[in-house]
């Protein structure tokens, strides 16, 4: 699959209370900032879990021991990988998004999750059309469990910080 430099198909997706549709379009730009967030191997490796895992943190049945990809099989991975956490963030958001901040967002749920997404406060604010509240919350996401115990994480705390910055963006 190539890559586009400029864009990608239009998401669209009905908007629960408006009745209009909202479109959002996957850019190179949203690529660039999760290659940026995550990291990209083109070799496959196995992750802190064990998992092998290769590209923008590509996991599945089709990553094996030794697989070599070029950029290019990188970048589509990852188009399919994210579609997910678009129809999230498309789904579950009911305002006007700038493009930094659905690229932000569609980030923070890569990472954390649709499940924590749903049930975060940053959503809640967000929703209520709390726009100023929303660059406090990423950092309330900085840590991880090591030995039962919640330990700040700096790359976490760093990648938050991107998200905000990209957030605050005109």
């Known amino acids: 699959m190539a890559v586009s430099q400029n864009a990608f198909p239009f998401i669209v997706f009905p908007h629960p209370f408006i009745g209009v549709r909202i479109t959002y379009q996957i850019t ?19 992750d802190t879990n064990g998992t092998l895992t290769i590209g923008v943190v590509h996991t ?9 990809i070029n950029s ?8 399919r990988d994210l579609a997910w956490a678009t129809n999230c ?7 006007a998004l700038t493009e930094p901040q659905w690229i932000a967002l569609v980030s923070f749920v890569f990472k954390e999750g649709e499940h924590a ?18 660059p406090t919350q990423p950092m ?25 910055s990209l957030w605050n963006e005109d």
């Open 28 to 46: 190179t730009r949203l690529l660039d900032f999760m290659v940026k967030v995550e990291g990209e191997r083109l070799v496959a490796y196995r």
């Open 60 to 68: 599945g049945l089709d990553v094996t021991p030794g697989l070599r």
């Open 72 to 79: 290019e099989t990188s970048r589509a991975l990852l188009l």
């Open 89 to 95: 963030v498309s789904k579950n958001v009911h305002v």
């Open 117 to 134: 997404f749903i049930a975060s406060t940053l959503l809640r604010l967000l929703n209520a059309g709390d726009y100023v509240s929303i």
């Open 140 to 164: 309330r996401w900085t840590k991880e469990t090591i030995n039962n115990r919640l330990v700040e994480n700096s790359g976490l705390a760093l990648r938050r910080r991107l998200e905000i």
